[in-house]
């Protein structure tokens, strides 16, 4: 099997985008993909310029045909179960049904698993009415009365940022307490809040109407922030020697850490979009992470040597 010059894992915003700047630069590519980009259940892309209100589905279709015409590029369907790096510097990567490709350099670009509270109602609400990035979503919800399901520092921050889209703001701490300190942060920012346990999300379809709480009662809810904590969609990034952040208490992100050029620790590995990201994670992030590291394997490959 021909050594190829880079694996990308993962083919959504940033993958692509690695790929890409790949392609032009001459390096033999395949790109594995699974088929879950996160932000597909989005009914649009929010802030990304010159894709701004376009539906996801849409953009990675015209992406997926634009780097179909580079001929040193492969886009494959699949998942991948296993890559190592051999002792001369080089990885083999395994995927499901058996077969083994090699390469000079690997970028993971596998996105993250969203986690976000058990509530009955979020789930199907998931990227519409209810969302985690108010920079991606804000715009939609403007001037609408808008709840933020959150508690602690964290809570208090998201309502106190969501300002710039609406003055109608409630933190809604599911049950835990605030402190003092807290209580009058929200007061000073005229920021509602609401300390009892959500029962349930309520509303036509995808839409919010209203939050639905433990005893009975409503509020008149239209759009949901949600913190929601991203950890890892496989064990590659560890496998691989790569050093994975601790979540944070803001930004709750279980990251590959990584250099200014995408680079991790492990010399020839790389990683990009919100896999490797310690900011709240776009497509425009994902789309420049990962074309610093495709440019960044390009360097590398180039130069025939790791580093």
């Given at each position: 099997m021909a050594m190829k010059d880079c694996i990308v894992i993962g083919?959504?915003?940033?993958?692509?985008?690695?790929?890409?700047?790949?392609?032009?630069?001459?390096?033999?590519?395949?790109?594995?993909?699974?088929g879950r980009p996160s932000n597909l259940v989005a009914t649009s892309i929010g802030g990304l310029s010159g894709h701004d209100r376009q539906a996801p589905g849409e953009y990675y279709a015209v992406?997926?045909?634009?780097?179909?015409?580079?001929?040193?590029?492969?886009?494959?369907?699949?998942?991948?179960?296993q890559a190592v790096r051999n002792d001369d510097g080089t990885f083999a990567v395994t995927l499901a049904g058996g077969r083994r490709e090699w390469a000079r350099a690997v970028i993971l670009a596998p996105g993250m698993?969203?986690?976000?509270?058990?509530?009955?109602?979020?789930?199907?609400?998931?990227?519409?009415?209810?969302?985690?990035?108010?920079f991606c979503r804000g715009w939609e919800a403007r001037n609408q009365p808008m709840g933020v399901l959150a508690s602690g520092a964290v809570g208090v921050h998201g309502a106190l940022n969501l300002r710039a889209w609406t003055d109608r703001i409630t933190l809604l701490t599911?049950?835990?307490?605030l402190t003092g300190d807290h209580r009058d942060l929200l007061a000073a920012g005229g920021i509602a809040w609401d300390e009892r346990p959500v029962a349930v999300?309520?509303?036509?379809?995808?839409?919010?109407?209203?939050?639905?709480?433990?005893?009975?009662?409503?509020?008149?809810?239209?759009?949901?922030?949600?913190k929601s904590t991203l950890y890892q969609r496989s064990t590659l990034a560890r496998d691989l020697g790569a050093i994975l952040t601790a979540p944070d208490e803001m930004l709750s992100v279980e990251?590959?850490?990584?250099?200014?050029?995408?680079?991790t620790a492990v010399p020839g590995l790389y990683a990009a979009g919100d896999a490797a990201t310690s900011v709240p994670p776009s497509m425009a992030a994902a789309i420049a992470s990962g074309y610093l590291a495709g440019a960044a394997a390009t360097v590398q490959t180039a130069a025939g040597s790791l580093r």
């Open positions: 083919a959504g915003a940033a993958g692509l985008s690695a790929g890409l700047t790949l392609a032009r630069a001459r390096r033999t590519t395949l790109l594995v993909d699974a992406a997926r045909a634009q780097l179909a015409a580079y001929p040193s590029v492969e886009l494959r369907s699949g998942e991948v179960l698993n969203y986690r976000f509270p058990d509530v009955p109602g979020l789930a199907e609400r998931w990227g519409t009415s209810a969302f985690h990035c108010p599911n049950g835990a307490s999300l309520d509303g036509p379809g995808t839409d919010l109407r209203t939050v639905a709480f433990t005893d009975g009662t409503d509020l008149a809810v239209t759009a949901l922030l949600v990251a590959i850490a990584v250099d200014a050029m995408c680079r």
